[in-house]
């Protein structure tokens, strides 16, 4: 009887190989959707922000832009100065972030902690940060940085007092 030897042919190398090859065509596939719809939330962010600041200066009302853990939304202050959610607004409507994001906001150059608007009774009278975009054109100077750490990409969406907002890959 011959004697088998040890060892894989060829056939079963290149079988491993384009298992291998797939997998990380998926996964490379994967990352780059990320990325590419992070970047695309967060260019949106601005946007809309740019936005909502001009609406608040041609409608003479002022708004809060409100920055949750997971999304932001969209307040106009009426005239008692309390701030009420935007109905039937398709622009300014609520939206969320992609899911991971790790955001960190500085409001006047200190340091928030981000609450969600329903938790905010459990977390000792912390409130959800607001951002105010006022029917002067002024805009409350901060700067929120957005993390995915799928990939260590940090995004900073900044807004200046005189009302420009601007949006940047971190270095």
């Known amino acids: ?32 959707t990320r990325q590419d719809d992070v970047a695309e939330a967060v260019r949106r962010l601005g946007a809309v922000a740019r936005l909502a600041s001009e609406e608040a200066v041609l409608r003479s009302r002022d708004l ?19 701030a009420t959610p935007l109905e039937g607004d398709e622009v300014l409507r609520p939206r969320q972030l992609p ?18 608007e329903d938790a905010s009774d459990d977390k000792e009278g912390q409130r959800p ?24 990409v940090v995004w900073v969406v900044a807004g200046e007092l005189t009302g420009a907002i601007t949006v940047e890959k971190a270095p």
Do not use: H, W
């Not at 009887?1 to 490379?28: C, D, H, K, Q």
């Not at 809060?64 to 309390?82: I, N, S, T, W």
């Not at 899911?99 to 928030?112: H, K």
């Open 1 to 32: 009887m011959p004697s088998r030897r040890a060892g894989f042919t060829l056939i079963e190398v290149m079988v491993v190989v384009v298992i291998i090859t797939i997998v990380l065509g998926i996964v490379t596939l994967n990352v780059d």
């Open 64 to 82: 809060a832009l409100q920055v949750e853990p997971d999304g932001y939304r969209f307040l106009e202050r009426d005239e008692k100065g309390e």
């Open 99 to 116: 899911e991971g994001l790790e955001l960190s906001l500085m409001l006047e150059g200190e340091p928030v902690v981000l609450v969600a």
């Open 129 to 152: 940060a607001r951002i105010f975009l006022l029917s002067s054109g002024e805009v409350t100077p901060f700067e929120l940085r957005l993390k995915d750490p799928y990939n260590d």
